[in-house]
T-cell receptor, first 115, second 111 residues
């Protein structure tokens, strides 16, 4: 049972445009959400996070939006750069699992940014 | 700089053989996770430890997989016997509070 879902396996965007990666979750106990970025032959690295008390968190070109009623979050990258090409994983945790640092990951979305 | 290390980086083996993957977590991190990356499931959590004690290994096939932390600087994941469906990239991650830091992974191919 996939509690965190990324329904788009891949996304292709032109350099300079906006990239929007989407993530849906089913567990209403999730209250902390993260995005990880993964390059080939490397492990995932933390990108940005958001707590359920917020609906937006911004860090440079990266913004994460959270819609709790829809159980949906999205990552916006503006402007997109070729170096952003990677696999992006959405992850979530609940207050209980956070105490152990446990995260539930989605399947990942491959982002390709064309020059 | 501190990072999670994993060995080997690549492993090719034949069906039925034992495979051992090793992980050195970041010094001071008290939680260690083992994940498997597949195309269909993304990052699946196999097992995790807090202060070297196993907290949850429900994600692992118990009959063939085992995970241990002999000491604070070493975590191991063993598969015996290995099967072709075990072919995947296995990641170790360590953390202290919330955020997890991943190693580069072990790419396992079982023929």
């Amino acid at each position: 049972d996939q509690q965190v879902k990324q329904n788009s396996p891949s996304l292709s965007v032109q350099e300079g445009r906006i990239s929007i990666l989407n993530c849906d979750y089913t567990n209403s106990m999730f209250d902390y959400f993260l995005w990880y970025k993964k390059y080939p032959a490397e492990g995932p690295t933390f990108l940005i996070s958001i707590s359920s008390i917020k609906d937006k968190n911004e860090d440079g070109r990266f913004t994460v939006f959270l819609n709790k009623s829809a159980k949906h979050l999205s990552l916006h990258i503006v402007p997109s750069q070729p170096g952003d090409s990677a696999v992006y994983f959405c992850a979530a945790s609940s207050a209980e699992s956070t105490s152990y640092g446990k995260l539930t990951f989605g399947q990942g979305t491959i982002l390709t940014v064309h020059p | 700089d501190a990072r999670v290390t994993q060995t080997p980086r690549h492993k090719v083996t034949e069906m039925g053989q034992e495979v051992t993957m090793r992980c050195q977590p970041i010094l001071g991190h008290n939680t260690v996770f083992w994940y498997r990356q597949t195309m269909m499931q993304g990052l699946e959590l196999l097992a995790y430890f807090r202060n070297r004690a196993p907290l949850d290994d429900s994600g692992m096939p118990k009959d063939r997989f085992s995970a241990e932390m002999p000491d604070a600087t070493l975590a191991t994941l063993k598969i015996q016997p290995s099967e072709p469906r075990d072919s995947a990239v296995y990641f170790c991650a360590s953390g202290l509070l919330g955020e997890q830091f991943f190693g580069p992974g072990t790419r396992l191919t079982v023929l």
